[in-house]
Nanobody, 124 residues
Framework: QVQLVESGGGSVQAGGSLRLSCAAS????????MGWFRQAPGKEREFVAT????????TYGDSVKGRFTISRDNAKNTIYLQMNSLKPEDTAVYYC?????????????????WGQGTRVTVSS
């Protein structure tokens, strides 16, 4: 059974930092691209960041570029999202997801497995 378990969410003031983690089990983690998405209340799920299976390629949503960093540790079956310079508009539930293939993708339809999400609240 595939499980993706996010952690590290919480409340922080604007300008602060948080580091999200996502531990995966039940799948061939090292051969899959992984991604982070977020969903704010009343909005559609939004692409945040994605990383290739072998960690050498990443891409980011325009709204987080330069502030967030995605990384992965294939030995630990875990991905991370380092979030710096947080803004109130970053407030959302953050989801990690496992892609069907090994190349990164922004398309949420290419992700077959999703975690339950972790909430991030940024106050001004």
């Amino acid at each position: 059974q595939v499980q993706l378990v996010e952690s590290g969410g919480g409340s922080v003031q604007a300008g602060g930092s948080l580091r999200l983690s996502c531990a995966a089990s039940g799948l061939t983690f090292s051969r899959r691209a992984m991604g982070w998405f977020r969903q704010a209340p009343g909005k559609e799920r939004e692409f945040v960041a994605t990383i290739n299976w072998n960690t050498d390629s990443t891409t980011y949503g325009d709204s987080v570029k330069g502030r967030f960093t995605i990384s992965r540790d294939n030995a630990k079956n875990t991905i991370y999202l380092q979030m710096n310079s947080l803004k109130p508009e970053d407030t959302a539930v953050y989801y990690c997801a496992a892609a069907s293939g090994f190349l990164f993708t922004r398309d949420l339809n290419e992700y077959g497995y999703w975690g339950q999400g972790t909430r991030v609240t940024v106050s001004s």
